[in-house]
């Protein structure tokens, strides 16, 4: 798997923090772990399963699983919810040195996103990834992920090494009920035959009701 692509991005938000926001052993009170839809997610040239980086908060930092960029040093992750999600933050551990992204560029409820997509499109925001073997807390800017089914995470490129590799990845936000489309039901006053399938043997013998 081979992506020759233009690496061309623009320097983005450098936002980084850790995860000292722990409530509890849950961690923090926002964190929508239990609201990703884990085995329906998918990583794009990777040597493992999405799903496999999808942690609870008290595996975050174990290193013994992991996914790894295959042919290059890109990797495509992306992430459904089971509901509408307000995201805050993202929360990701990568390295160790070199093998940690040199940014990633975040995109919502676009399905199918490909490399070449992801370098065609316009990035909802992009951020700059810190080096370091703890949890990174990036803030989101919540005004651009308001109702967020589907997260796509798009690491261009390591900061050094052939490939990437991904320990944990984690989400802060508000989690609500996905809303169901209504389903309208238009009603015909007075059939019109010509607008229906005639039925085997019935032809001639309907009889509308007089007026």
Known sequence: MSHNHDHGYNCGDHAHGHDHTQT?????????FVHIDRDNVIALNSTGEGKEVIKPWNERLDERVYIESDADDQLIIRVPFTGSVKLRSLLLKSGPGEQ??????????????????????????????????????????????????????????????????????????????????????????????????????????????SQ
């Open 100 to 209: 940690t992204p040199a940014k990633v560029a975040l995109f919502a409820n676009i399905d199918n996103l490909d490399f070449s997509d992801a370098q065609d499109e316009e990035p909802l925001q992009q951020l700059d990834v810190a080096v370091g073997r703890e949890v990174g807390q990036y803030p989101l800017k919540p005004a651009k992920f308001p109702n967020v089914s589907t997260i796509t995470l798009f690491f261009p490129a390591s900061q050094g090494a052939e490939t990437i590799r991904i320990y944990y990845i984690g989400f802060l936000g508000q989690w609500s009920e996905r809303k169901q489309e209504p389903v309208i039901t238009v009603y015909e006053s007075q059939p019109n035959l010509a607008d229906h399938e005639k039925i085997q043997g019935t032809e001639g013998n309907f009889s509308m009701p």
């Open 24 to 32: 509890d052993a849950g961690g923090p009170s926002d964190n929508v």
